[in-house]
C-alpha cells in the first residue's frame, strides 16, 4: 500500500502570499491518479486538481498542481481568504494526512 | 449539478453493522462509480471503497475488505455501505460520492456527510 506524507503539516500565511504544498509517496505513483482536495471545517471535500495538474470547472487558476513519480505539489499563487482551509493529496485508496493552511 | 445525500442512523452500538444509504439526484447510477470515504473527529479522510454501478464490481480499502460491503439500492437512484462488527474506531462523519471518469477512486462530487458515533 502506498503511503502519501504531506508538508508541511500547517502552512501559516497572509492573503496576496504563496503557498506550496507538498505531497511524497512511498513508492512511485502514476500522476493520472494523483489528486488534491480542499476542505473547509464542517464541510465535504471538494476536489480541485486531479491528474496531477488538471484543474476541475470552477477551480481558480491560481491553484496548479504538479510532480511526478513520488513528489507532488500544490501551489497556490495569490492565496485569498477563501484559500485557508485544509488539503489533501490522494492517490488509490490512499489519503495524505492533510496540510493546513492557515492565516 | 448531481447532488448526493447520505442517511442513516446516527448512533450504532458497537459490534454491530453499521448501514449507511446514498440518494443521488439522478434517475439512474449506471455508468458511474459510486464510493465512500469517512472522517473519524478531528482526523483526516479515509478511503473505503466503490462500487461500479453496471457491473456491481467493488473495490475496497485493504484495512475494511472483510468488514466493509458497498452494494446498489433497491432504488436506481441509491446505492449503500454496510460495515459490520464496529467499533468506536469507526465513529466519524461518513461521506458518499462519485467517481470521476478520469479515476473511478477519485471523487468527484460529495454529499455533506453524516455522523456517525459507536458507543459501548
Redesign the interface.
Same mark, same amino acid.
Given at each position: 500500500?502506498t503511503r502519501l506524507t504531506q508538508s508541511p503539516v500547517t502552512l501559516s500565511l497572509s492573503p496576496g502570499e504563496g503557498a506550496t504544498l507538498s505531497c511524497r509517496a512511498s513508492q512511485t505513483i502514476s500522476s %493520472?491518479?494523483l489528486?488534491w482536495?480542499q476542505?473547509k471545517p464542517g464541510?465535504?471535500?471538494?476536489?480541485l486538481i486531479?491528474?496531477a495538474s488538471?484543474r %476541475?470547472a470552477g477551480t481558480p487558476d491560481r491553484f496548479s498542481g504538479g510532480g511526478s513519480g513520488t513528489d507532488f505539489t500544490l501551489t497556490i499563487s495569490k492565496l485569498q481568504p477563501e484559500d485557508f482551509a485544509v488539503y489533501?493529496c490522494?492517490h488509490?485508496? %490512499?489519503?495524505?494526512?492533510?496540510t493546513t493552511v492557515e492565516i | 449539478q448531481v447532488q448526493l445525500q447520505e442517511s442513516g442512523p446516527g448512533l450504532v452500538k458497537a459490534s454491530e453493522t453499521l448501514s449507511l444509504t446514498c440518494t443521488v439526484s439522478l434517475s439512474s447510477l449506471s455508468r458511474s462509480y459510486w464510493g465512500w470515504v469517512r472522517q473519524p473527529p478531528g482526523r483526516g479522510l479515509q478511503w473505503i471503497g466503490y462500487i461500479y454501478y453496471n457491473s456491481g464490481y467493488t473495490s475496497y480499502h485493504p484495512s475494511l475488505v472483510s468488514r466493509a460491503t458497498i452494494s446498489v439500492g433497491t432504488s436506481e437512484s441509491q446505492f449503500s455501505l454496510h460495515l459490520r462488527s464496529v467499533t468506536a474506531a469507526d465513529t466519524g462523519v461518513y461521506f458518499c460520492a462519485r467517481g470521476s471518469m478520469s479515476s473511478p477512486a477519485t471523487f468527484d462530487t460529495w454529499g455533506q456527510g453524516t455522523h456517525v458515533t459507536v458507543s459501548s
Open positions: 500500500e %493520472t491518479f489528486a482536495y476542505q464541510q465535504a471535500p471538494r476536489l486531479y491528474g488538471t %476541475t489533501y490522494h488509490s485508496q %490512499t489519503f495524505g494526512q492533510g | -
